[in-house]
């Protein structure tokens, strides 16, 4: 009878601590996902009393999910317009929380074996805007430029198209792909090709220098170049929540900007805030 008792009491205890487990949804930017992962598996490690889902998507769908209400965090690597702040704020009165969890050097990669090695943000613009259509006319071999991109819907294309594009649309030759690792994979393979992400994601490639303008010197994204200003497309990424965290959610964002968490952001290839 006391076994039966014992073994009725380890159970409601088991059921109790899993009633217990909070639940942290995180959602949204492509580039993101790797880091998001990797700092939700090493929080659960250690916090077993929470638990952290975390899906892609893409900035715009992070935001999205952030608005209808069905995740906590939303992973942006753009800022939110004025437009989806309004959305918040006819919801549940308030403009959400801003957060900077990490810095990012936006890198334009190409193939190992292209031997264009820098490029301006004016020749970006001219190659992504469809003016510069041939790898010889910024001194690579005579052929033509395989552009590609990343969907509509992803913060790292609104980022690009706003800061490097000068807001002008994507040439109709680009080819958009569903995140940045697809990019990477795109033109690890195809030697005429050029693409833009997150540092991070950098294998297989190689990084291009970017040029301010053709009176700067080319910088590529290293942690230095970023937090120096010297690289031409850094940003920073970004969580957002509905409101002022509280509880278990305030716990791990806490976590996310303390030196720990910052130790993850250098191991998967970004930059610290902090």
């Given amino acids: 009878m006391k076994k039966v008792l014992f073994l009725l009491a380890a159970t409601l205890f088991s059921l109790g601590l899993k009633t217990q487990q909070e639940t942290i949804t995180v959602k949204g930017s492509e580039t ?28 715009g769908t992070g935001i999205s999910a952030l608005i209808n209400g069905t995740t906590d965090i939303c992973n942006a690597s753009r800022p939110m317009k004025k437009s989806e702040r309004d959305k918040l704020k006819q919801r549940y009165n308030t403009l959400g929380v801003e957060i900077k969890s990490a810095k990012d050097g936006l890198a334009v990669y190409v193939s190992d074996t292209n ?26 071999a005579d052929a033509k430029i395989i552009l590609y991109s990343r ?3 992803s913060g790292t294309y609104v980022y690009f198209k706003d800061n490097v594009l000068g807001g002008e649309d994507f040439t109709p030759a680009a080819q958009n792909m569903p995140g940045t690792a697809a990019v990477v994979n795109a033109v690890a393979k195809d030697k005429s090709g050029i693409g833009y992400g997150g540092a991070a994601y950098g294998k297989g490639i190689k990084f291009l220098k ?23 497309i850094s940003r920073y990424l970004y969580l957002y929540v509905r409101s002022k965290p509280s509880g278990k959610l305030k716990e791990y964002i806490d976590w996310i900007l303390s030196t720990q968490g910052q130790e993850i952001v250098s191991k998967v290839g970004y930059f610290p805030v902090r």
């Fill in 32 to 59: 993101m996902v790797i880091l998001a992962q990797r700092w939700a598996e090493l929080y659960m490690a250690n916090h077993p009393d929470v638990s952290i889902q975390v899906t892609g998507g893409g900035s």
């Fill in 115 to 140: 031997p264009v090695r820098e490029l301006t943000i004016a020749q970006l613009k001219d190659i992504y805007t469809g003016k510069i259509t041939n790898w010889k006319e910024v001194g690579g």
């Fill in 151 to 153: 969907e509509n819907n």
């Fill in 210 to 232: 970017v040029r301010k303008d053709a009176a700067s010197p080319g910088f590529e994204p290293t942690a230095e170049n970023v937090k120096s200003g010297d690289y031409p």
